[in-house]
């Protein structure tokens, strides 16, 4: 009876630990976490070469001859360093990743974190307006899942159960 009890416990621990794993994780020792897309284009010169972790919504796909353009509207990263949708946007970048990134799979509205080097700004335009957009070389790319609740927080749930149909 005490080894099926402790058995149960030990099950109990593993499935919460499981519950609670977090994002991609990166190493955020040289990164500048206090250095946004908007703060970046104001002071170009200075954040130059900087690592940067920055995430957001993808808002569009470019393939060229040998590196993928992401136009990104970045967020405010929570604690797993995921996009926080429901704060206010932190401005737009450009992300160049070397190599092909498959359109469909890095779609529009898709969520994605990266860390990587700010390198310069690129002039384009949002409807009507100029803008100018920070751009960054990525090292690491993440992109969330589809299916996952973005825009409230996640609640631990917990269950067991036995299913019986007749």
Request: proline share 5%; glycine share 10%.
């Amino acid at each position: 009876m005490v080894r099926i009890k402790r058995l149960i416990q030990t099950l109990t621990v593993v499935l919460l630990l499981a519950a609670c794993a977090s994002g991609p994780g990166y190493d955020t020792r040289q990164v500048s976490l206090a250095t946004t897309p908007r703060s970046a284009i104001d002071e170009l010169e200075a954040v130059r070469g900087l690592k940067v972790l920055w995430g957001g919504v993808i808002l569009n796909t470019s393939n060229m001859a040998s590196v993928t353009r992401l136009e990104i509207l970045a967020y405010p990263l929570d604690g797993q360093q995921l996009p926080q949708r429901d704060r206010e946007p932190l401005g737009r970048f450009l992300l160049e990743h070397q190599g092909f990134l498959e359109p469909a799979t890095y779609a529009e509205g898709r969520l994605i974190t990266t860390v990587g080097t700010v390198v310069s700004s690129a002039r384009g335009q949002v409807g009507e307006l100029d803008y100018i957009y920070p751009v960054i070389e990525a090292s690491e790319l993440h992109l969330w899942p589809r299916d996952s609740d973005y825009t409230t927080p996640s609640n631990v749930h917990f269950g067991i159960g036995i299913g019986i149909g007749l």
